[in-house]
């Protein structure tokens, strides 16, 4: 079975200061891979997503994210945090067989210190 | 355009008592999903409906949990008799027709937090 790990709970980072969340999937094959952020009471809004083709792959919000399949991992990036940032991030993986469902990591809560 | 509608924000239930849950999609989405989000978890998802059809329910709990997306209206998830554990935010998600479910990357409702009192 799929499975999406990110082992940093908690992030706090300075405003201007780069950032990267950590992303670990299990999955028999090439996997769909997506990062959503979740602001604070609210619902979760698609960063980006990977299916096939370049591995660093662009999204909203100047961030971006980078598939090692080596590594199983899926990171995410951004050079210059800004307040607004602040939510929590969610890592997910879907499945190439069918379409229905995305498995989601546990999430990581980005807080920024001005 | 409106996203995808979800209400109540809050709703609070004592045990045993049901709780309805509406979502409207994105217009033109003719795929709903729900999802719940317990406590310092991810989402986990729960069931995935056509109108008129449930296509995938094996995220569902097998008692007191039941799901509908009729052919008008906003798509309902119906828990009878809630329980304490059933304290979650609920998220629905809906994605257009043709465009492989999950893969496309669904637009998320902003939730329903439901607590059991």
């Known amino acids: 079975a799929q499975s999406v790990t990110q082992p940093d709970i908690h992030i706090t980072v300075s405003e201007g200061a780069s950032l990267e969340l950590r992303c670990n999937y299990s999955y028999g094959a090439t996997p769909y891979l997506f990062w959503y952020v979740q602001p604070p009471g609210q619902g979760l809004q698609l960063l980006l997503k990977y299916f096939s083709g370049d591995t660093l792959v662009q999204g909203i919000k100047g961030f971006e994210a980078e598939f090692k399949r080596s590594q199983s991992s899926f990171n995410l990036r951004k050079p210059s945090v800004h307040w607004s940032d602040a939510a929590e991030y969610f890592c997910?993986?879907?499945?190439?067989?069918?379409?229905?469902?995305?498995?989601f990591g546990t999430g990581t809560q980005l807080k920024v210190e001005l | 355009n409106a996203g995808v509608m979800q209400n109540p924000r809050h709703l609070v239930r004592r045990r045993g008592q049901e709780a309805r849950l509406r979502c409207s999609p994105v217009?033109?989405?003719?795929?709903v999903y729900w999802y719940r989000q317990l406590p310092e978890e991810g989402l986990k998802f729960m069931v995935y409906?056509?109108?008129?059809?449930?296509?995938?329910e094996s995220g569902m709990p097998k008692e007191r949990f039941s799901a509908e997306f009729p052919k008008e209206g906003p798509s309902i998830l119906r828990i009878q008799q809630v329980v304490r554990g059933d304290s979650a935010a609920y998220f629905c998600a809906s994605s257009p027709p043709g465009t492989g479910g999950a893969n496309y990357g669904y637009t998320f409702g902003s939730g329903t937090r439901l607590t059991v009192v």
């Open positions: 217009k033109g989405h003719s795929h």
């Open positions: 409906l056509q109108k008129e059809n449930i296509i995938d």
């Open positions: 997910a993986v879907g499945s190439t067989g069918g379409g229905n469902k995305l498995t």
